[in-house]
């Protein structure tokens, strides 16, 4: 689904008419996040957020797993597979699964690290302590109160925040802030601070450690690609967000294509966007995500062979401050 632009303003009568409904989604949310969770015999970092759709939760994965890794940890990613008809657990395999499998995510993560896909959590993270685990790296798991963390991380879109502040379907909130806030360690704010201020100021309150990140293109694309005018595309939870990076990175776009989250791209939208980059002389560009998400259906092919891709990686400001206190959780 697309955000309602009314998550995003201050007042709005739909927010309002949807907030008894967003009081009872809410109070659910947080007896579920208020359980203690399920011990499973090896530590459990979390990677969350605050609302629905994106806000650099995987890149951020990938980063700290790449961190553990050269720390000299095993670690394996632990993700639900949104998207993928596999229940799990099952270890994720990059060659041959596909999105449609496991989801895009975990594709993706795939690649950084030993990958198990399990919508029963706790049951994941036993499959990868039994694999020899020394970390379980949770992507996305704030509000799942089944398995117990031992160092979470909420990532924030600095420009968005967390819209009007009110709880699904009123407004972006998976749960109330406060009680998102208080299953925290430490906050990671991507790019511009603009729109965060009331939760960052309700973190200050509560003495998180708020750290700050930036999406980084990778050069190498980058330089092949500048020369190029693009058809960009994107199906993910925020496209501005790969939008300004693109065009950040001196990319010129003449046209931009907005999807849904998750969106699972047909054989008509890939005519499509094939037949207008050839008639307007384009160059196909898309996320690795939406990328991995095209891979192994026969009907998007051609569209797939067609289209570039721009990676992107996370870097975080204050990377020695995070490597400490992960240090310190992992040592607990």
Not at 150 to 166: H, L, M, Y
Not at 264 to 280: I, S, W
Request: glycine letters at 10%; proline letters at 5%; hydrophobic letters at 45%.
């Amino acid at each position: 689904m697309r955000d309602p632009a009314f998550w995003w303003r201050e007042k709005s009568l739909s927010a309002a008419l949807l907030s008894p409904v967003g009081a009872c989604y809410g109070a659910a949310a947080a007896r579920r996040m208020q359980r203690a969770g399920d011990r499973t015999g090896v530590p459990v970092v979390c990677v969350g957020n605050f609302t629905l759709g994106g806000a650099g939760k995987t890149p951020t994965v990938i980063a700290l797993a790449k961190k553990l890794i050269a720390a000299g940890e095993k670690v394996f990613c632990l993700s639900r597979g949104y998207g993928g008809r596999i229940a799990g657990p099952k270890q994720v395999d990059a060659h041959s699964d596909t999105a449609a499998d496991v989801g895009d995510e975990a594709l993706l993560l795939a690649h950084a690290a030993p990958t198990i896909v399990s919508r029963d959590r706790v049951a994941g993270a036993h499959m990868a302590r039994a694999r020899g685990a020394t970390v379980v790296l949770m992507d996305d798991g704030l509000q799942n109160g089944a398995i117990a963390k031992d160092f979470t991380i909420a990532v924030i879109d600095g420009k968005r925040g967390i819209g009007n502040g009110r709880v699904f379907p009123a407004g972006p909130l998976r749960a109330p802030i406060d009680t998102q806030l208080t299953r925290c360690d430490a906050l990671l704010v991507v790019a511009e601070s603009g729109g965060a201020h009331a939760v960052l100021a309700a973190a200050q309150a509560r003495a998180l450690p708020i750290l700050h990140g930036r999406l980084v293109a990778d050069s190498a694309a980058v330089t092949a690609l500048k020369p190029r005018r693009v058809l960009a595309f994107a199906g993910i939870g925020d496209p501005e967000k790969f939008f300004a990076t693109v065009a950040a990175a001196g990319i010129a776009i003449a046209v931009r294509r907005r999807f849904p989250d998750h969106y699972r791209y047909t054989a008509e939208d890939a005519a499509e966007l094939v037949m207008q980059a050839e008639a307007d002389a384009l160059t196909l560009l898309t996320t690795e995500k939406d990328h991995v998400r095209m891979t192994g259906d026969p009907a998007l092919a051609a569209l797939c062979s067609r289209t570039h891709t721009l990676p992107v990686s996370m870097v975080i400001e204050e990377a020695r401050e995070l490597q400490q206190r992960l240090s310190a959780a992992l040592k607990r």
